[in-house]
T-cell receptor, first 112, second 112 residues
């Protein structure tokens, strides 16, 4: 079955530091890949997505590139802010299915 | 535009009491609907999903149930809550594959 593995947190950074959260997946065919963000006490919000190999999703300074050869979708941001403190979830939606499979989430804490 | 409403936002219930959480979607037809649970400090677990009225698929055996009495209404229920039912419950909807989900704001349930 499909699965998503992302690095465990928490990740603690200083403001303006570079952020990378690794995400790798296992799936048959060509899944769609997503990053969701959950701010404290809130639901999940779609951050970015990529639907085919080599696509780059981007939003709010975050980027992730769909790498089929390495089955990865790492999330990056060049300069984080305190407001980026949240839990980040990598997810995939299989080519033939309706369900999203989530990784375990990575908590990011940005200190001023 | 499409919106998703989930209520209540917080709920404290005694062990053995019944549960009913409601989720409604506006602005779309025949959405796929999902219930997820997020235990404290953990990832997301898919509980139920529905592709149409009266069609419910259960992912995890438990004392919870789901119903879809109308196209855009999804209800999560329990006859008798357990302490282990505590968590953050998220409703979501989606359309065709290639798209992510849109999540509601969540219900924080504490069973005491």
């Amino acid at each position: 079955g499909n699965s998503v593995t992302q690095m465990e947190g928490p990740v603690t950074l200083s403001e303006e530091a570079f952020l990378t959260i690794n995400c790798t997946y296992t799936a048959t065919g060509y899944p769609s890949l997503f990053w969701y963000v959950q701010y404290p006490g809130e639901g999940l919000q779609l951050l970015l997505k990529a639907t085919k190999a080599d696509d780059k999703g981007s939003n709010k300074g975050f980027e992730a590139t769909y790498r089929k050869e390495t089955t990865s979708f790492h999330l990056e941001k060049g300069s984080v802010q305190v407001s980026d403190s949240a839990v980040y979830f990598c997810a995939l939606r299989g080519a033939a299915g309706n369900k999203l499979t989530f990784g375990g989430g990575t908590r990011v804490l940005v200190k001023p | 535009s499409q919106t998703i409403h989930q209520w209540p936002a917080t709920l404290v219930q005694p062990v053995g009491s019944p549960l009913s959480l409601e989720c409604t979607v506006e602005g779309t037809s025949n959405p796929n609907l999902y219930w997820y649970r997020q235990a404290a400090g953990r990832g997301l677990q898919l509980l139920f999903y529905s592709v149409g009225i009266g069609q419910i698929s259960s992912e995890v055996p438990q004392n919870l149930s789901a119903s879809r009495p109308q196209d855009r209404q999804f209800i999560l229920s329990s006859k008798k809550l357990l302490l282990s039912d505590s968590g953050f419950y998220l409703c979501a909807w989606s359309l065709e594959r290639g798209y992510g989900y849109t999540f509601g704001s969540g219900t924080r349930l504490t069973v005491v």
